[in-house]
């Protein structure tokens, strides 16, 4: 998970909804609009760092050393 800890902009903690929101949105099938509602998230910066975050942690992990 490359998720960042805090938003870019205002700094409130991102990380910590990251899993619970990827479940939603994944595994329930969830529109990303409910699943922002049902965590409280509010701030448009703290919804485009979910929205923008994309997954590379698995490309990576592929090269190793």
């Avoid at 910590?16 to 969830?30: C, F, G, N």
């Avoid at 699943?35 to 090269?63: G, Y």
């Amino acid at each position: 998970m490359l998720m960042p800890v805090r938003c870019f902009s205002c700094g409130a903690v991102v990380a910590d909804k990251w899993e619970e929101y990827e479940k939603k949105v994944k595994i329930e099938k969830k529109d990303p609009k409910i699943a922002f509602d049902e965590l409280e998230i509010k701030r448009v910066c703290c919804k485009r760092m979910f929205l923008s975050n994309i997954e590379l942690i698995d490309n990576i992990m592929q090269f190793g050393r």
